[in-house]
């Protein structure tokens, strides 16, 4: 399976301190993207990075990027209660296809 | 704009039933993907459509199936509803870009929670 993991499975902090999480993936990729969901409903895309790219920042994400080692993390500084999630990485497939693979996400919870 | 508009957001069905769920997408996105998502298996994809032609399938059974409509909106089919298609079925429109370097960034659903009794 394409399929990435998300580690930790999940994260408890204190608002205001920072977040982090990371993915691993298996092949090769074109882009990897980071999406939020929160509990039982859709997913919202987050922020995207390109494989030629090695960090890239959207308000409070920092995402990183090593295809070296077929890894990324997700950063969010100064972490509120609604950053409360589950956060997952999604790769594409350098087939062509159109699908994207989700990982196993990430459950952040930010006490208040 | 409007946003991706699944129908319904809940429905019980016993085993054995089948199910057909409905998904608007954004207007002007010509792709739709569908995914499952489960907490064992986590998020699955199950087929995409473009031009009313699947164009990308998952690894589900033929039990699975889907379709696009001209005016882009798609509906998802299963028949022989047994319990492990319990789920939240959830689909995603995006602008197409076909494979390469471009991004398929997607834009989901707020899902239909399937439960099979």
């Known amino acids: 399976s394409q399929q990435g993991e998300e580690d930790p499975q999940a994260l408890s902090i204190q608002e205001g301190e920072n977040a982090t999480m990371n993915c691993s993936y298996k092949?090769?990729?074109?882009?990897l993207q980071w999406y939020r969901q929160n509990s039982g409903r859709g997913l919202v895309h987050l922020i995207l990075?390109?494989?030629?790219?090695r960090e890239k920042h959207s308000g409070r994400l920092r995402v990183t990027l090593d295809t070296s080692k077929k890894s990324s993390s997700l950063l969010i500084t100064a972490s509120r209660a609604a950053d409360t999630a589950s956060y997952f990485c999604?790769?594409?497939?350098?087939?062509?296809?159109?699908?994207?693979?989700f990982g196993t996400g990430t459950r952040l919870t930010v006490i208040p | 704009k409007a946003g991706v508009t699944q129908t319904p957001r809940y429905l019980i069905k016993t085993r054995g039933q089948q199910v057909t769920l409905s998904c608007s997408p954004i207007?002007?996105?010509?792709?739709v993907s569908w995914y499952q998502q489960t907490p064992g298996q986590g998020l699955q994809f199950l087929f995409e459509?473009?031009?009313?032609?699947?164009?990308n399938k998952g690894n589900f059974p033929g039990r699975f199936s889907g379709r696009q409509f001209s005016n882009s909106r798609s509906e998802m089919n299963v028949s022989t509803l047994e319990l492990g298609d319990s789920a939240l079925y959830l689909c995603?429109?995006?602008?197409?870009?076909?494979?390469?370097?471009?991004?398929?960034?997607?834009?989901f659903g707020a899902g239909s929670r399937l439960t099979v009794l």
């Open positions: 995603a429109s995006s602008l197409d870009v076909t494979g390469g370097s471009g991004a398929n960034v997607l834009t």
């Open positions: 092949t090769s990729i074109n882009n």
């Open positions: 990075i390109r494989s030629n790219e």
């Open positions: 999604a790769t594409d497939a350098q087939t062509g296809a159109n699908n994207l693979f």
């Open positions: 207007s002007g996105h010509r792709s």
């Open positions: 459509y473009f031009s009313e032609t699947q164009r």
